[in-house]
């Protein structure tokens, strides 16, 4: 199985990337911020606690977030590699999915950071939120708000998997076709 991390702070264009990356490699694409959103859609039990942590612009508890990421593998059984955008967001989280992937045989092949300036993602947040209906999208506060969470939860898992030399980094600013390209180059090197 090839199995990627696709990282980065909030607006950096993991999802944008991981629509192109799960055509050209066949990869089932697990977002765990699109399917906490389908759960506040499908208004489940779930989907309400969550609401109120990504309308503040703070993190889902990781107990909610990996038990969810669990139950999409059992959904997904014969998958030849999966894609991970937005997930893990915390050392937990990338501990939680360690395991997980252990008892599936398997591990995580490539962690693909994006890097772009705050004041580039502020920009494309805003611009998002005009069109895509997301509450925590409208409000510079909270934008503000997802990147102090990042600094302090999220980035410490750039560090857990440099330990492991799996970390690689990429400029996420420029046309989608050239940072897409970026990727796929990273990827064949890791191949
Ligand atoms: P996510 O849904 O993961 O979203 P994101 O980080 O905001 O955005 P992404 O990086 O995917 O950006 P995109 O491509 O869309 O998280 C939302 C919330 O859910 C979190 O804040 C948290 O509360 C919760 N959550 C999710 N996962 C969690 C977890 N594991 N644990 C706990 N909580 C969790 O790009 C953004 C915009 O930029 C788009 O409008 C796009 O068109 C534009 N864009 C993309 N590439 C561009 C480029 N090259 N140039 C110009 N614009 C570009």
Do not use: W
């Not at 501990?95 to 995580?108: F, M, P, R, S």
């Not at 409208?138 to 302090?152: C, H, L, M, N």
Request: aromatic share 8%; with cysteine; glycine share 10%.
């Amino acid at each position: 199985m090839f199995n990627l991390v696709l990282f980065g702070p909030p607006g950096s264009g993991k999802g944008t990337q991981s629509d192109k990356l799960v055509e050209q490699y066949g990869l089932i694409h697990l977002s765990t911020g699109n399917l906490l959103r389908k759960e506040i859609a499908d208004q489940t039990a779930l989907g309400l606690s969550a609401k109120s942590y990504i309308d503040s612009g703070k993190l889902v508890p990781d107990q909610v977030v990996i038990g969810m990421v669990d139950s999409f593998f059992d959904q997904h059984k014969g998958a030849k590699g999966f894609l991970f955008d937005g997930f893990p967001r915390t050392v937990a989280q990338a501990a939680a999915l360690d395991e997980l992937l252990t008892q599936k045989n398997t591990a995580i092949s490539i962690v693909i950071a994006l890097e772009v300036s705050e004041e580039e993602l502020v920009k494309r947040l805003l611009k998002r939120g005009q069109t895509s209906g997301r509450s925590d999208d409208t409000d510079e506060s909270v934008i503000r708000k997802r990147f102090a969470v990042y600094g302090q939860e999220t980035s410490p898992v750039a560090s857990y998997y440099q330990a492991a030399g799996k970390f690689r980094s990429i400029a996420g600013e420029g046309s989608v076709e050239e940072i897409f390209a970026g990727i796929c180059s990273q990827i064949t090197s890791a191949r």
